[in-house]
């Protein structure tokens, strides 16, 4: 696992020193921090078969969600941000963030320990005219990364551990969200960034199927 995370790594880095390189005609770098909720999205019940001998029987999984509870409270990750403009409508994303986040449904809670990372393209819906004073600029992303987790799962009645879990998956992320610019050195972003982690483990429970998380993200960025 540790040998997955580390060439995912690698590939995303030169994702983006590819479009350094591209951009090196006129680059633009911003540099900056995040904070984020981290939300479990509810992907529904999933019905599991096993057997026990010659007798074959279906257990129904409990699928957590977040702020469900008083297990499931209102989690932060924090982290880094960095934007590669590649000309005056799109940009090269790169991100980091750690954080917790916990979950609940009916007599399981989770909470699981998450580093996300991830690389992605912005299209803004505006283009970028270097002008002094406020303005702001909508914009879709698309991106890819790595989750690296540690989870555990509970009995909500007597607090008891049943199932741990941890490692790294490959993950997509959907975003559309705004940016203000304050200055010309100076932008604020905000937007909820739709996480598919293609691993069902993230919450401390394997059933073979992915689960998907929220990131809504605050980010203070600085033009260099």
């Known amino acids: 696992m540790h040998n997955l995370f580390s060439r995912i790594l690698s590939f995303i880095v030169l994702f983006f020193v590819c479009f350094w390189v591209q951009a090196q005609k006129k680059p633009t770098l911003k540099i900056g921090f995040g904070v984020s909720n981290l939300y479990d999205l509810y992907e529904g019940p999933k019905d599991l078969t096993s057997s026990s001998g010659n007798v074959n029987y279906t257990v129904r999984d409990i699928d957590l969600k977040g702020l469900n509870g008083s297990h499931a409270k209102f989690d932060v990750g924090v982290g880094v941000i960095a934007e590669l403009r590649v000309n005056k409508s799109r940009s090269v994303m790169f991100s980091y963030t750690h954080g917790t986040m916990t979950a609940q449904q009916e007599n399981q809670y989770s909470i699981s320990k998450v580093n996300l990372i ?52 490959l ?16 932008q604020i972003t905000a937007a909820p960034n739709f996480i598919i982690n293609y691993a069902d483990d993230i919450d401390g429970y394997n059933n073979k199927g992915a689960d998907i998380m929220l990131s809504s993200t605050i980010g203070l960025l600085f033009s260099l």
């Open 118 to 169: 991830n690389a992605g393209l912005r299209q803004y819906f505006k283009a970028d005219n270097n002008k002094k004073g406020f303005s702001v600029r909508p914009y879709g992303e698309l991106g890819f990364g790595v989750t690296n987790f540690r989870a555990e799962r509970y009995f909500i009645e007597d607090k008891g551990l049943f199932s741990q879990t941890s490692g790294a998956t």
């Open 171 to 186: 993950s997509s992320t959907l975003a559309v969200g705004c940016q203000f610019n304050l200055s010309p050195k100076v």
